[in-house]
């Protein structure tokens, strides 16, 4: 079964500076998909960016971009100039590319604080 | 376009009682998802329906919970009798059929069980 780990329960950064979750995985799959998601407290799951296991290009998105590391199975977030809307939980998830079941296996999240 | 629809917000019974959340998602979308997210941890899939009919409920206590989709379109999860440990906030989400972008999640109904 695949797993997904986020090492860090709690991070913090100043506002306008950069920061970088963690995120690990262990899959026997060759093909899958990583996310990650936001979690504001509202509890509505946001999806933030995407990443398909087959691409060697890091996905971009704005000011949040991916390292991805298909042999070490890493997969970090980085934020840049960070705002203080982005402050929330913030979770890594595991979506398996093949047929059946498209479940998303979600890591214990990070809670991000944005300080002023 | 609107987005996945949940309630009630909140509920709060009595243990050995029963509850019931409903989920309307994105209209088209084939594909509907209950999660479940105890407080400290990440969302766990209880059960994913594909129109009417159930892809995945290995993770469904189908002892106490159960679930429908009537009409492939609105869906129902059921808990009967609730436990302490059934506290968490219920998910819901939704997306197109084999859609691999991933799915809109709803704002989830916060379960407590006293």
């Known amino acids: 079964a695949q797993t997904v780990t986020q090492s860090q329960p709690e991070m913090s950064v100043q506002e306008a500076e950069t920061v970088t979750l963690s995120c690990t995985y262990d899959?026997?799959?060759?093909?899958?998909?990583l996310f990650w998601y936001k979690q504001p407290p509202s509890r509505q799951m946001i999806l933030v960016i995407r990443?398909?296991?087959?691409?060697?290009q890091n996905a971009t998105e704005n000011r949040f971009s991916v390292n991805f590391q298909k042999a070490a199975k890493s997969f970090s977030l980085k934020i840049s100039d960070s705002q203080l809307g982005d402050a929330a939980m913030y979770f890594c998830?595991?979506?398996?590319?093949?047929?059946?079941?498209?479940?998303?296996?979600f890591g214990k999240g990070t809670k991000l604080t944005v300080n002023p | 376009e609107a987005g996945v629809a949940q309630s009630p917000r909140y509920k709060i019974i009595e243990k050995r009682q029963s509850v019931a959340f409903w989920c309307n998602p994105i209209?088209?979308?084939?594909?509907l998802y209950w999660y479940q997210q105890i407080l400290g941890q990440g969302p766990k899939l209880l059960i994913q329906?594909?129109?009417?009919?159930?892809?995945?409920d290995s993770q469904l206590p189908k002892d106490r919970f159960s679930a429908e989709r009537l009409k492939g379109v609105d869906s129902t999860l059921k808990i009967q009798p609730a436990k302490l440990e059934d506290s968490a906030v219920y998910l819901c989400?939704?997306?197109?059929?084999?859609?691999?972008?991933?799915?809109?999640f709803g704002s989830g109904t916060r379960l407590t069980v006293v």
């Open positions: 989400a939704s997306s197109l059929a084999w859609d691999r972008r991933g799915y809109t």
């Open positions: 899959t026997s799959e060759s093909d899958y998909y």
């Open positions: 990443q398909e296991a087959y691409k060697q």
């Open positions: 998830a595991y979506r398996s590319a093949g047929g059946g079941s498209e479940k998303l296996v």
């Open positions: 209209s088209g979308h084939a594909t």
């Open positions: 329906f594909q129109n009417n009919g159930v892809v995945d």
